[in-house]
């Protein structure tokens, strides 16, 4: 079983910074509009004790928990995916059930050099989270061939 790259937790930190600074902009507001409308002060402080949680959770627990708990195998047969923090998930897909795949990148990925492998069959889609640009690029192509399936991506 192979392992994310280990600036998928550095990535996943950076996307909990960003949640935060929108729920930080939430919180000023409602302390605005508490002082500004004369609404309770419970509710702005509620709503930044929420945020508080949240994003202690989002920068500094998740990333490094989530690095942790994911696996996955591909072989010619079947994609194996292994993950989950308090529920365990132990995903088989066979390769004769995708029916598409591709990889994506979002901007904080790119800055880290990261991708994401999505498959999708008749049930659902699944993915494969922060690996390499060039991993991405490969996992794609093989799954892409192993499956008989048109490469999205070219």
């Known amino acids: 079983?192979?392992?994310l790259d280990p600036r998928s937790a550095q990535?996943?930190?950076?996307e909990g910074w960003v949640g935060f600074a929108v729920m930080l902009a939430i919180v000023?507001?409602?302390f605005w509009a508490t002082g500004r409308f004369g609404w309770p002060t419970w509710i702005a402080f509620a709503a930044a004790s929420l945020a508080a949680s949240f994003s202690v959770w989002d920068v500094l627990l998740a990333p490094g928990a989530t690095y942790?708990?994911?696996r996955y195998a591909i072989s010619e047969k079947d994609i194996?995916?292994?993950h989950g923090l308090w529920a365990r998930y132990r995903t088989l897909v066979p390769m004769s059930r995708i029916q598409h795949v591709h990889s994506r990148q979002g901007p904080i990925q790119k800055r880290y050099g990261l991708a994401t492998v999505t498959f999708?069959?008749?049930a659902g889609s699944h993915q494969i989270p922060g690996v390499t640009e060039e991993e991405a690029?490969?996992?794609r192509k093989q799954i892409a061939e192993w499956a008989g399936v048109a490469d999205a991506d070219a």
């Open 120 to 122: 999708s069959t008749a």
């Open 68 to 70: 942790r708990s994911w």
């Open 11 to 14: 990535a996943r930190r950076a």
């Open 1 to 3: 079983m192979k392992r």
């Open 80 to 82: 194996e995916l292994h």
């Open 28 to 30: 000023i507001g409602l």
């Open 137 to 139: 690029e490969r996992i």
